[in-house]
């Protein structure tokens, strides 16, 4: 699991998560290093797949994008200098004090359930329900405006994950994993081989075969061995090379944001209990 669903799909913020529990629940004393490093290889591995698998895919079966698309990701745009307000930002932490607090009280319910998971998960997933709910049914909760995609939203967001990763990334021991540096290798090199061919062989039809269907493919070789910004990376990367695709920048950032965040946190402690 380290090297499979909680790195790979979930990145570095989920091995870090997971690795405390892991660590103290089977044994595995060098978990964060372990989960680190197979997240770390899966970003280099998806930048360098996701490309290449769309244009095997565009040239192969001679696929060519649609005129009426412009291409409007990945280009230069005016400079946005629009300050951040400190109502801005205030409303920004209210907002995520109150996901945190509605995330407290449901991993609260679910270990009166007897389902234990990393705090970080329900409160994922308060924060999806708050975000979807409050802007359409009550759009000035108590006079704020809930910041969905702000600035000061960025913001935070951007500052909390570097001084999480920061911090993590300082206390690791990679010289632990010397050991393990084969068994590592061949796990990540089996993932990698499978994750191709799911993606030429399945995803790929199951899209349509066509151009929209190919940068599809290159998100989804960032998706499973990377992360979302690697997903966006390769698909803007096509696109600006080959044509663009507006349709596959809806599915992908979709499914990552919502659908594979949700599953990753059903699926972890599915494997960790059943199996």
Not at 164 to 187: E, K, N, R, Y
Not at 240 to 249: E, P, T
Request: with cysteine; aromatic share 10%; charged share 10%.
């Amino acid at each position: 699991l380290l090297g499979g669903t909680v790195s790979l799909i979930g990145g570095h913020g989920t091995a870090i998560a997971w690795a405390p529990r892991i660590a103290e629940d089977y044994g595995v004393s060098n978990a964060m290093e372990v989960g680190i490093a197979c997240a770390t290889f899966g970003l280099i591995l998806a930048s360098l797949t996701g490309g290449p698998i769309a244009r095997f895919l565009i040239v192969h079966h001679n696929l060519t994008p649609d005129k009426a698309d412009t291409l409007d990701v990945g280009v230069s745009e005016e400079k946005d200098d629009s300050a951040i307000g400190y109502m801005d930002f205030l409303d920004a932490i209210l907002a995520i004090d109150l996901s945190v607090l509605f995330g407290l009280l449901l991993n609260y319910g679910l270990k009166m359930l007897g389902l234990e998971l990393p705090l970080f998960v329900p409160c994922l997933f308060a924060g999806i329900l708050l975000t979807n709910l409050i802007p359409a049914n009550f759009p000035r909760f108590s006079g704020m405006r809930w910041p969905s995609r702000t600035s000061s939203m960025a913001l935070i967001a951007d500052v909390a994950l570097g001084t999480f990763l920061a911090m993590s990334l300082m206390s690791m021991q990679l010289w632990v994993l010397i050991d393990l540096a084969g068994p590592i290798f061949t796990l990540l090199a089996a993932q990698s081989a499978i994750a191709v061919a799911i993606n030429i062989f399945v995803v790929f039809p199951l899209m349509g075969s066509t151009y929209h269907a190919a940068v599809v493919c290159a998100g989804f070789g960032g998706i499973s061995l990377g992360s979302t910004p690697t997903a966006m990376a390769n698909m803007s990367a096509v696109t600006q090379r080959y044509g663009a695709s507006h349709l596959a920048f809806v599915i992908v950032p979709l499914v990552c944001a919502f659908f594979i965040d949700l599953a990753n946190a059903l699926l972890i402690p599915f494997f960790l209990t059943k199996f």
